[in-house]
């Protein structure tokens, strides 16, 4: 069946320390795996689709890399404003999307 | 603009009473989803739907019924069936599954269901 694990389920970053958050999947034939952010009450909003492994893509302070069994999104010098939940789904040769229970980030000023 | 419009916001559910949220998009996606969030869970999938008058169950769908009349229109009826409806509600859209490197769901901005 198909999986997803984040880690970790909280974070809390400093103005401008970088980090990594993770996403562990296992899936029959990935057709992409997706990272979301999430603000409260609000619906995901797309960020990345990645394909094969050794991919990678960038976006402001954000980067994403994906290998056989995980994927990593890489925060750099982070700002208040990314304060969220980061969300990682995965698509098989199935007909659905599986995801994780994302990692809500919060960066102190 | 193109989007996913969801409404209501909130909505609040009676007991014993039937409540629909509704789903409509104009990004002409051919395949429609229902998920359901709850605090430290991942999204899971209600029922989703790939063409018109033909939807699946997805993993949590006892309790709920859903159709799908139209291309651009996807409601979700939470029935009386359904204990414990309590939850944030996500509709969403993507392309025609199959074609390839474009098949990212585009989220609504969800529906907050409590039981009075």
């Known amino acids: 069946e198909d999986q997803v694990t984040q880690s970790p389920e909280a974070l809390r970053l400093q103005e401008g320390e970088s980090s990594s958050l993770n996403c562990s999947y296992t899936v029959s034939g990935l057709r992409g795996l997706f990272w979301y952010r999430q603000d409260p009450g609000k619906g995901p909003e797309f960020l990345f689709t990645?394909?094969?492994a050794g991919e990678e893509k960038e976006k402001e302070r954000l980067k994403a890399t994906l290998t056989k069994k995980e994927s990593f999104l890489h925060i750099t010098a982070p700002k208040p404003e990314d304060s969220a939940t980061y969300l990682c789904a995965v698509h098989g040769t199935g007909n659905q999307f599986y995801f994780g229970t994302g990692t809500s980030l919060t960066v102190i000023p | 603009d193109g989007g996913i419009t969801q409404s209501p916001k909130y909505l609040f559910r009676k007991e014993g009473q039937n409540v629909t949220l509704s789903c409509e998009q104009n990004?002409?996606?051919?395949?429609m989803y229902w998920y359901r969030q709850d605090p430290g869970q991942g999204l899971r999938l209600i029922y989703y739907s790939q063409i018109v008058n033909d939807f699946q169950k997805g993993d949590i769908a006892e309790g709920y019924s859903v159709s799908r009349e139209k291309k651009e229109s996807f409601p979700l009826t939470v029935t009386s069936a359904q204990k414990n409806p309590t939850a944030f509600y996500l509709c969403a859209s993507s392309p025609v599954q199959g074609i390839g490197l474009n098949e990212k769901l585009f989220f609504g901005s969800g529906t907050q269901l409590s039981v009075l």
């Open positions: 990645l394909y094969s």
């Open positions: 990004l002409n996606h051919d395949a």
